[in-house]
């Protein structure tokens, strides 16, 4: 018992030993993940070169780590020692300098060398199975279109036999029949079915004439298959990153060659998980990524000149006409909407369509829901009615100050 | 009290039948589809078949056009987004208004890379933020589609490597080149011309000012030994004598003296103490206008009133002066002048050597020097001497002039005799215009190497000695035109190009790259303390000769003329702008043309027209054709309409330069009015801009003279248009400072007085304005009705320009008026302006007739125009007593879908603002109205929405510093305050509770409950000109 309580003891804590130390070991290298993709990304990848050398095997390449941390803390101090190796690099990069990191420590650095050994090499790596296109949810509208009218079909059929029946009744009993009026000549048919045309007609011509200019659902194909889903949702990277202007202006706006190429001249495949247009059919996303290339005047692993950029011809998606005035920044910033609210899940959407209607009804009825930011903002300390208001309970404080109570529904709010 | 009069029309003030039945009708136009009498309705214009055909089309045409597919729109992104420029955020950058020696301070704010406003710089001393019309026009001029796109050789486009070749060439050896502009203010361009010229030995630069001040100038050497013009400081004088300088309008600077004139206008209730403003003029004028006091003289007189003047300064009797009225005037200017000695300021507009050197002996005489005259600054403004222009003119035709360098300057349509320059011009071998436009010199030209506009431009000015303001670019040059001075250096040998040579000599003197940055942001570098005003030396050697040469004057003929510049259009330089064409002026109410003035009583003898009859004053009134007269000067004659101004001397006409301008500067300027400058003529060393003898007759002709005063206008028994203006002299106000508050009690007492007005005078409710609400409030002291405000409305609300044939139906669009409004003598009246626009009434009549609610009101006290719910009725504008509201008649903008729209029913003018390069004018916060919709002033509701979301971005409450509205930006006197009434410490609060007594609500007693207050003029005027009863 004893020996058995001893082995016990020695294998947990040898154990914890070991759980202690693979997690000091991949704390380490999950730092060096983190650092290497805030620091090094942008000109450098693990097994590949791009603006930089591809970062595998860099300890095997200088022997010395201390020479290797004063070189990636100040480069160009480092080049002036006159290391022949990182001389010859520095000429074979076309003699582009490598930014200066004096904020990384040491442990940092190795943080990073950590992580880079962590990185498998591409092609051991087994993509991730694709979830497949989730099975198109049927809609039962047809079938029930079908129904309704094998439905109606058979009232007529029954109705018609019903009145075959009354007539062979009548002429058993001997009583006269009325003469037979052909059902299209029939008064009450043709009133009913003028009313029917009616109703059918003004809801049609209604809903249609309201819809003008409206496009819910709008996908347009665009020049490169850019996936939301991608980006915003398996990457989570931040909307405001490529749509700044939505918090200092009016317009969101679409990101520039410039922002796209801030990650990828590093990023050049696409090894996710596999996509698919709204067809079916599977993108390559590699060949998108080229796309842009072509847009940016880039080739990989060579430098790039942003002045050779060509903007994107991006199909606008969501339009206003021209007498609605809408401002982004004051709902991101100063009203902290979320972007979805208005733009749908766009983390799920590959492309991209138009969510909302972008209806006046649909606007109004946000700004009479909407709660303002009315404590929070200081804006609002002028309003000190409603201040005193929401304190003495005159104001119901679960409604709180809608955009409504403050104007957000008048005429000029918006148009002008 | 006894009610006094004022009237803004002949036909009002005499009660006319036509004025009575005009202004019960808004729209003058008959119906369309009005059936003619006695015929049936099927045999009318437009029977019932017809009606029904138009409707089953335009439903057809809707469908269709409905169901065509959503257009696709693309979105593209910047390349390579510059990091500080964010898509639909504005940006600010200063820079500087100069044209021909004007130089204004501003900020320009760029949208999307494209200028589309210029506001006042506050930073700069000398503007303190105001503009005038003319800066807030010119970024029109930036897109004007009649701009020069490339240099041309003999009239054909050729590179600017190709021209600088053959000029090279043509300078080569060429000995005497001169360099011929306007003024320059730019230290920098100096420095770049003297270069130029140091390398074609025998060069010279010439300036000619097309209306200048060489009689200033000139003067000023004689006595004080100093060729410039002294800085002036109206706000330092207590008495302001002008002998015909129209310093409010167009003399010399007038933002500047606008500003400084109005600090001493501005009242404190409590101690209630105005400046007083003496003018003698001939023809009514902006600054006349505002004068407390006005005598009319014959322009022969200018020298001897001078004269007299100095005389009775210096305590002698006043002679030479057979007019009694006029001799008074004299007698009591020289009183305020002693009276206030070392605060007192006489000007004079003459551009006779003489009269300047007496005027100076006077400012001398009463301690101007020091005080209100500044020898230490001097204002550059005006630089031309007109003797050395004539000068030139002499040597080109004596074939004495190799080559002809000509920057801003334009003698072949502003020099007297334009014919002798085109003969001089026709013997220099090279000639070389930088001019923007192919004007009248420039299609003269050889070679034309267009100039960028200042919005494109780097550069610097020193209008006031010691006062600089930088020029930066705020858009990359839309064409192929390049700065003169970077031809000028190219020819010089110079690798060096302007921007580097700007750069090098303001681094040099501001500290460096960081100086140079900073000085460039503020767009202005002043002096590190301003000095007191310092005089200078008089030599008055030269006053007895300058007396007696004006005593020994010719005597005026019968009848005598007097050329003056319109506000908008200056020398001409407007003429091409349809902002400035269609811009009221202030004083004749006219648009589109230049004109004769006549005095009512001239009116009597020359065209027949007796305003005391009614029948006659209405004809002349309420029918736009006006008698045209023909005017002969010296064997040249112009015929011209004649406007009939009260405020101008009997025996006197006036004309206004700048019209009949060549029509390849512009399509606004084609066919507009005719040149005045050939009546001028050359006395001694200065031009003339007057005639003492000159013939006019009437001839049968007609001509519409498109006048908005009549227009607008409105009178129920319940707002009766007296009521609109209030006026009370200084000497009635401190007697009694009350009266207008009394006056406004009484009214108001059947319903409740004036504090329970609001409550008890009406059965709608009361509204709660929690938050913020609006106030404007205008000053009427500080008015003087210069036409900023009118313009810089225009360029920010996208209001567009509907043309003189649509002006002459009364349907201009302008959101903003100035009304101008007489009281007193109709030979010599009182003028009052009045900016008018929507006065936000809280219980607006507008709001209740409309149908589909287009109109409504705003928690924040807007009264609300939705125009894509407008159809059109007019019911609004119908019910507005202010009549405010302005109708599309047809598609002036272009925003109809169908071009059909706009052929044939707007002219030119307003075809070319659809243009697409003059649309970039257009501001893309606020909606570009269609057809058929009702527009009004919104008080600037975008910038509004914009200030708030500032603040609210900040989390911090509004305060006025983040807002102000167009019109109120412009004005060079602070006449407009505007903000948050709800807000005890905005400007507008404050101005409301420090002046009960001057505030007053137009057409108050209706009830209609206005977020406008005026503040009353009050007029300087003593007890015996007792003025001031109103209704």
Redesign the interface.
């Known amino acids: 018992m004893i020996s058995y309580r001893r082995i016990s003891k020695a294998v947990l804590l040898s154990s914890l030993l070991f759980l202690g130390a693979s997690f000091a070991m991949t704390a380490t290298a999950q730092d060096g993940k983190t650092l290497f993709s805030t620091n090094c990304a942008s000109c450098h990848a693990v097994h590949k070169k791009l603006t930089g050398p591809a970062l595998a095997g860099v300890e095997d390449r200088w022997p010395d780590k201390a020479k290797l941390h004063a070189w990636v803390k100040n480069s160009a101090a480092f080049l002036k020692t006159g290391d022949t190796y990182a001389n010859n690099l520095y000429v074979e990069f076309n003699k582009t300098s490598m930014t200066q990191f004096p904020g990384l420590a040491d442990k940092d650095i190795d943080a990073i060398l950590a992580y880079i050994k962590t990185v498998p090499a591409p092609g051991s790596e087994k993509p991730a199975a694709g979830a497949g296109a989730p099975a198109a949810e049927g809609d039962n509208t047809l079938l029930f279109g079908v129904l309704s009218l094998i439905l109606a079909v058979v009232a007529l059929i029954l109705m018609q036999v019903n009145s075959n029946l009354k007539k062979l009744a009548n002429e058993r009993a001997g009583e006269p029949n009325e003469t037979p009026v052909s059902f299209w000549k029939h008064k009450s048919y043709i009133t009913l079915g003028t009313i029917l045309l009616f109703i059918v007609g003004g809801y049609l011509t209604t809903k249609g ?1 309201m819809g ?2 409206r ?1 819910q659902n709008y996908q ?1 194909v665009q020049p490169i298959y850019y996936s939301h889903k991608v980006h915003a949702g398996i990457n989570q990277i931040n909307c405001l990153y490529c749509h ?2 939505a918090q ?4 969101s ?7 796209c190429m801030n990650c990828h001249l590093a990023i050049n495949e696409y090894k996710g998980e596999k996509i698919y247009t709204e067809e079916g059919v599977e993108v390559n996303g590699t060949a998108e990524i080229q796309k842009l290339y072509k ?1 940016a005047g880039f080739e990989f692993g060579k430098l790039w000149d ?2 050779q ?8 998606i969501h ?1 206003l ?3 609605v ?1 809408f ?1 982004h ?2 709902h991101v ?2 009203g902290k909407v979320q972007c979805q609210t208005c733009h749908g899940d766009i983390t799920k959407m590959d492309e991209v369509k138009q969510f909302a209607d972008l209806s006046m009804g649909w606007c109004i009825n946000c700004h009479r829901e909407t709660k303002v930011q009315f404590k ?11 201040h005193q208001d929401l304190k003495s309970g005159k104001i119901d404080s679960t409604k709180g100050i809608t955009v409504e109570s ?2 957000g529904t ?4 918006c ?2 | 009290m006894e009610q006094k009069k004022i009237w803004q029309s002949f036909g009002e003030l005499n009660q006319s039948e036509a004025y009575n039945k005009d202004v019960k009708d808004e729209f003058k136009e008959e119906l369309p589809f009005v059936a003619e009498e006695g015929k049936s309705f099927l045999e009318a214009k437009a029977p019932r078949r017809d009606f029904l055909k138009y409707l089953g089309f335009s439903t057809a045409a809707a469908a269709a056009a409905a169901s065509c597919e959503m257009p696709v729109k693309k979105s593209i992104p910047f390349a390579n987004r510059p990091e500080d420029i964010v898509p639909g955020v504005s940006k600010y950058y200063a820079t500087t208004y100069v044209q021909d020696g004007d130089v204004v301070s501003v900020v320009a704010k760029v949208r999307d890379g494209r200028p589309i406003k210029l506001e006042g710089n506050d930073l700069s001393p000398v503007t303190g933020g105001g503009t005038s019309a003319r800066v807030q026009a010119s970024v029109l001029d930036l897109y004007d589609t009649a701009r020069l796109r490339f240099p041309t050789i003999n009239g054909s486009e050729v590179t600017f490597d190709a021209a600088d070749k053959s000029i090279a060439d043509a300078l080569k050896d060429n000995r005497n080149v001169v360099v011929l502009t306007s003024t320059i203010t730019s230290p920098t361009t100096k420095d770049a011309i003297a270069q130029f010229l140091a390398k074609y030995p025998g060069g010279r630069h010439v300036t000619y000012d097309a209306v200048s001040y060489s009689g200033m100038l000139l003067a000023n050497e004689l006595t004080y030994g100093k060729k410039a013009i002294p800085s002036y400081q109206f706000n330092n004088a207590k008495a302001i004598v002008s002998i015909g300088a129209d310093f409010l309008g167009t003399w010399l600077s007038p933002v500047e003296f606008a500003k400084q004139y109005a600090t001493g206008k501005k009242i404190n209730e409590k101690n209630p103490s105005m400046s007083k403003h003496i003018h003698f003029e001939s023809v009514a004028s902006l600054t006349g206008s505002n004068a407390d006091e006005k005598y009319l003289h014959r322009p022969s007189e200018t020298g001897a009133i001078a004269a007299a003047l100095l005389s009775a300064v210096n305590g002698a009797a006043i002679t030479g002066i057979s007019n009694e009225k006029l001799k008074a005037g004299i007698a009591k200017a020289a009183k305020e002048l002693l009276e206030n000695k070392g605060a007192a300021l006489v000007v004079s507009g003459s551009n006779d050597v003489n009269v300047q050197v007496i005027v100076n002996a006077i400012n001398e005489a009463v301690g101007a020097g020091g005080k209100t005259i500044n020898w230490a600054s001097t204002l550059n403004y005006r630089q031309g001497v007109d003797a050395d222009f004539a000068q030139l003119v002499e040597d080109m035709n004596a074939g004495k002039v190799g080559a002809l360098l000509i920057h801003g300057a334009n003698p072949a349509y502003t020099w007297y005799d334009a014919d002798k320059f085109v003969a001089g011009l026709k013997k220099v071998t090279t000639s070389i215009s930088f001019n923007t436009k192919v004007d009248e010199t420039a299609t003269l030209c050889k070679f034309v190497l267009p100039d960028h506009h200042f919005l494109e431009s780097w550069g610097d000015a020193e209008a006031k000695s010691g006062y600089y303001s930088l020029i930066q670019p705020t858009i990359y040059p839309l064409f192929k035109t390049r700065q003169w001075q970077d031809s000028l250096l190219k020819w010089s040998g110079d690798s060096k190009d302007y921007l580097a040579v700007v750069k090098n000599y303001w681094s040099a003197k501001v500290g460096g790259e960081t100086g140079w940055d900073k000085a460039l942001q503020a767009g202005v570098i002043n002096p590190t303390t301003i000095a007191n005003p310092t005089g200078a030396s008089f030599n008055s050697s030269a006053v007895a000769a300058a007396v007696a040469a004006v005593s020994s004057a010719k005597k005026g003929g019968k009848i005598e003329l007097v050329l003056y510049e319109k506000i908008g259009i200056g020398a001409g330089q407007g003429a091409s702008n349809p902002w400035l064409q269609e811009l009221p002026d202030p004083v004749t109410r006219a648009t589109w043309d230049n004109y004769v003035i006549v005095s009512p009583a001239m009116a009597k003898t020359l065209l027949n027209i007796d305003l005391n009859d009614n029948g006659q004053a209405d004809a002349y009134e309420v029918n736009p054709p006006k008698k045209v007269v023909k005017v002969t000067v010296n064997g040249k004659s112009i015929e011209l309409p004649a406007l009939i101004i009260p405020g101008t001397q009997v025996d006197t006409i006036g004309i206004a330069v700048g019209y009949g301008r060549s029509e390849n500067i512009g399509k606004a300027a084609a066919g507009v009015g005719k040149n005045a400058f050939p009546l001028a003529s050359l006395a001694g060393a200065s031009v003339n801009f007057s005639n003492a003898d000159v013939t006019v007759v009437a001839t049968e002709e007609k001509y519409p003279v498109a006048l908005t005063q009549t227009h607008s206008r409105y009178d129920t028994a319940q707002g009766n248009r007296t009521e609109v203006m209030k006026e009370i002299s200084l000497a009635e106000y401190k007697a009694n400072p009350t009266e207008i508050r009394e006056d406004r009690e009484a009214e108001l007492k059947p319903y409740g007085g004036l504090e329970k007005f609001e409550g008890q005078g009406t059965i709608y409710p009361v509204y709660d304005r929690p938050g913020i609400k609006w106030g404007m409030s205008v000053d009427l002291n500080s008015c003087n009705g210069c036409g900023a405000c009118v313009v810089a409305c225009n360029a920010e609300n996208n209001v567009s320009v509907v043309g003189k044939p649509e002006v002459l139906r009364g349907h201009e669009m302008h959101w903003l008026r100035i009304d101008r409004y007489y009281s007193g003598d109709m030979e010599n009246p009182n003028v009052v302006f009045q900016p008018l626009m929507c006065q936000h009434c809280d219980n607006a009549p507008c709001e209740n007739v409309c149908p589909v609610a287009a109109t409504n009101h705003s928690s924040e006290g807007l009264n609300q125009m939705t125009y894509n719910r407008c159809i059109g009725t007019r019911y609004c504008a119908n019910n507005c007593p202010y009549k405010v509201r302005r109708f599309n008649w047809a598609d002036y903008t272009g925003a109809d879908s169908f071009p059909d729209n706009q052929e044939g029913i707007v002219n030119d003018v307003v075809l070319n603002m659809s243009d697409d390069l003059t649309r970039m004018v257009l501001n893309p916060d606020v909606t570009v109205r269609s057809r058929g919709v009702i527009e009004k002033c919104s008080f600037c509701v975008q910038r509004l929405q914009e200030s708030k979301l500032n603040a609210k971005k900040e989390s911090r409450p509004m305060v006025d510093s983040d807002l102000k509205v167009a019109c109120q930006q412009s004005c060079p006197t602070n006449a407009i305050n505007f903000g948050n009434a709800n807000d005890k410490n905005s400007a507008v609060s404050k101005v409301r509770v420090d002046n009960p007594n001057r505030q007053f609500y137009v057409l108050e007693q209706l009830h209609v409950l206005p977020n406008v207050t005026y503040l009353a003029k009050v007029r300087n005027q003593d007890e015996e000109k007792k003025e001031g009863a109103h209704a």
């Open positions: 004439a003008l200019g496009s347009p700044g202007g200092e202006g009016k317009h706006n679409i990101p520039s060659v410039n922002i847009y942003a002045t950029a060509k903007p994107i011809e991006w199909t606008r339009n006409p021209d007498h005035y401002n920044s004051q910033k100063a929070d903002n200081g804006f609002y300390s002028i309003y000190e009615k409603y403050i104007g008048e005429c000029q709010k148009h002008y």
